[in-house]
């Protein structure tokens, strides 16, 4: 990094990263460490002492007294669990990190959900460094903590946490894609799995955010009239940030440089109030655990800036939802083998790529709908703004005519590209730019990459991502196993492929196509039509997360994360349990907090708005004046109406609550919310006891 840069950004100042552990340990053990980090090993037990020693000092000189192991339990959330480096030795206060203290944790993990894994006689769990992940400081106001990012075991070796199978995933890709990219005559290598993420997000003032406990609660507002102006005129997107926000923006990334997370986007999105953040894509794993430090980064600043960071999926009814769009690319040696390529051989492996991600994703829609599912993204996924719940490839029209003539095994003129041949390894020029995006699809090819548009803005990246490496090392092993069969590799140099490699390949990748084609639309995923087609092509439409968590339960899909490695049955039944009981959880909460703002705040303001215009009435009545008269009566009689619905809604909700089906709550809650909504047009706005929308989503 040039003095330039350093002094601009103060880029990775809070992580231990090279420069750290260039100027931290000794020549010997700073190479066997980047080694361990490049290889993706376990650290060497013999310089685990002063890795942790060095850190030590490297974390001590940035203000830190405490360290902890910072991992991803399923609660979706991070965790951390502090511990001084201060001890006492022989009555002497001394400061301590060990390697053991390093390498190893062992919180309690009683607390953590566990679907079942954990028994309770054997509450301990483990946390183990993940050292492709570098420690960094947490800094607050009146001190910092050296966090360790670490996956999260029970005693078993069974994974409770969403790292474990993110790891697990990358090994399995790169075991399918040494096998794969061994037939195209490549040298070994290492697969890089990389992920950009765009995280988009809520701004919302922090005095009226205090006034709403549905967000104080659950993150969005469960009641709202509409806002006469919301996002119709879009004039939001893109739009001109206003200073409030822009100097919140720029605090994040001055925070977020420091943790070494490459942050370079930041504009409005389409809803007022709703804005984006992206960072450079990374390598995979690096780029999930940075994702949930962007999300923290972003809640924390918000505070200081009189602000609160809403990272549901949907605040607000009526405007756009927040997703997070996972871009997702894979690399075998450097190479990018989503780029296209220039060359013959190039061109073989792309396709044989693409078409194995079109394999996986029509073969698992299903495990790719169930990695996105939660209480708060089925507020978007099928609404009329977010990728539709049907998971559907997008190639745009030239890559859709070169997988067509594959298909049809023709070979023959491409539509722009008119001198070349179609083959497995041949390909007309792709555009690259923006212009043939297609926003509407849950699953887009981008250029040179896969952008998974259906995760929800709170989500941690690494559970749609392991689904996404599994499913595509399944379709590559599965393509390398047909290739060797057909005995054709071998005879190759590295560089080349001969015509029998060739032929080979175009029969397999064909009848893949043939099987899996329907995965792919290049239409509009919003119009009304296209879940009917969907339905007709046969492919899944979870419409929420009960529905489309089933999918962890079928056996194909066990097999699939066992024959993989990723995740035994058991864990992956555990994880099952856990995504439903916190689905409803999540709708229990909702019901009671509704409830609890209906009767607690609404109905005494609709109570206090009857009784003050009956009391006009009567007075009016009484001083003879006729003028006035009738406004008031039918005022008071439709809103004495609308209190009597609101009683009733409340009641209603009550009831579903005293149940146990979520699905009857959710109906309750939204009827409820209409009542509601309709009483806030009709309630003086002085006297409405909650902030509304049109406060709330202007932040000029
Ligand atoms: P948009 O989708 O908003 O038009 P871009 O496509 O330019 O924006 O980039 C979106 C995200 O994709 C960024 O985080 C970017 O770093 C990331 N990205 C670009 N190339 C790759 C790649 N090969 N692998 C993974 N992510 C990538
Ligand atoms: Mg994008």
């Known amino acids: 990094m040039t003095e330039e840069t350093k002094n601009a950004t103060h880029f990775g100042e809070d992580v231990f990263g090279e420069e750290a552990i260039r100027t931290y340990l000794s020549k010997e053990t700073a190479k066997k460490l980047q080694a361990t980090i490049r290889e993706g090993k376990p650290l060497d037990p013999s310089i685990a002492g002063e890795v942790a020693h060095g850190i030590r000092h490297w974390a001590m000189d940035r203000g830190a007294t405490h360290y902890t192991h910072w991992f991803l339990p399923m609660t979706g959330s991070t965790a951390e669990k502090h511990d001084s480096f201060l001890e006492l030795k022989d009555g002497e206060p001394i400061m301590l ?19 079942g894994i954990r028994s309770t006689f054997e509450a301990r769990g483990y946390t183990a460094w993940d050292p492709t992940s570098p420690a960094f400081i947490k800094r607050h106001s009146n001190g910092a903590t050296l966090c360790i990012p670490t996956a999260f075991c029970a005693y078993t070796g069974e994974s409770l946490d969403k790292k474990t199978p993110l790891l697990r995933s990358m090994q399995a890709l790169d075991k ?11 040298e070994e290598a290492h697969t890089g799995c990389t992920l950009g993420a765009e995280q988009e997000y809520f701004l919302v003032d922090k005095e009226y955010w205090k006034r709403r406990p549905d967000l104080i609660l659950t993150g969005r507002t469960l009641f709202g009239a509409p806002s006469a102006k919301g996002q119709q005129l879009e004039d939001h997107y893109f739009g001109t940030i206003p200073d409030r926000v822009l100097s919140f923006m720029n605090d994040v990334e001055r925070e977020l440089w420091k943790l070494g997370i490459p942050a370079k986007t930041r504009h409005n999105e389409v809803a007022p109030a709703q804005f984006e953040l992206a ?3 990374e390598e995979l794993n690096l780029a999930s655990d940075h994702n949930m430090l962007v999300m923290d980064t972003l809640r924390n600043v918000a505070e200081r800036h009189g602000l609160k960071c809403l990272l549901h999926e949907k605040p607000y009814a009526g405007v756009n939802g927040s997703g997070k769009h996972n871009n997702w690319s894979v690399a075998y040696g450097g190479r990018n083998l989503l780029d296209p390529g220039t060359n013959p051989q190039e061109n073989a492996v792309f396709l044989t790529m693409l078409c194995a991600v079109i394999e996986a994703v029509d073969k698992h829609a299903d495990l790719l709908r169930a990695s996105v599912a939660g209480a708060g993204n089925d507020h978007r996924l099928g609404a009329n703004e977010a990728p539709p719940a049907v998971i559907s490839i997008y190639l745009g029209d030239q890559l859709a005519e070169v997988v067509d003539r594959i298909e049809r095994g ?15 390894d041949t390909l007309p020029p792709l555009p690259k730019d923006a212009t043939d995006r297609n926003r509407t699809s849950p699953f887009a090819f981008t250029g040179n990459k896969f952008e998974f548009r259906a995760p929800g803005s709170s989500i941690c990246c690494s559970g749609p991502m392991t689904v996404l490496n599994t499913i595509v090392a399944e379709a590559v092993d599965r393509i390398a196993g047909e290739l060797e069969a057909a005995k054709v590799a071998g005879k190759a140099k590295p560089g080349e492929h001969t015509a029998a490699f060739h032929n080979a390949l175009q029969k397999i990748l064909q009848s893949s196509l043939k099987e899996h084609r329907r995965v792919v639309f290049n239409g509009n995923g919003y119009e009304a039509e296209w879940p009917a087609e969907a339905a007709k092509r046969g492919l899944p439409n979870a419409p929420d997360t009960p529905s489309a968590l089933a999918a962890l339960m079928d056996p194909k899909n066990a097999a699939l994360f066992e024959k993989y490695g990723v995740m035994t049955k058991r864990e992956l039944t555990s994880r099952h349990e856990i995504f439903l009981e916190e689905y409803s959880k999540r709708i229990r909460i909702e019901g009671t907090c509704a409830r609890d703002i209906a009767s607690e705040m609404v109905f005494p303001a609709v109570k206090a708005e009857y009784l003050e215009t009956m009391e006009a009435f009567n007075s009016a009545e009484k001083a003879v004046v006729s003028a006035g008269t009738t406004a008031l009566r039918e005022s008071a009689v439709e809103l004495g109406s609308r209190l009597d619905a609101l009683r009733t809604g409340i009641i209603e909700l009550e009831d579903a609550l005293a149940g146990k089906d979520d699905k009857a709550i ?13 009483l806030e047009k009709r309630v003086s706005a002085s006297r409405w006891p909650l902030p509304k929308y049109r406060d709330m989503l202007f932040l000029y």
């Open 97 to 115: 990190f060990s390697g053991k203290n390093l390498i190893v944790g062992e919180p309690d993990a009683s607390s953590f959900p566990s679907g």
């Open 279 to 281: 960072p450079q894509f």
């Open 410 to 424: 023709v070979g023959g003129k491409a539509k722009k590209a008119d001198t070349l041949q179609i083959g497995v």
């Open 176 to 186: 399918s894609l040494k096998r794969l990219m061994r037939l195209f005559g490549r």
């Open 666 to 678: 959710l109906s309750s809650m939204l009827s409820l919310r209409t009542t509601v909504d309709a």
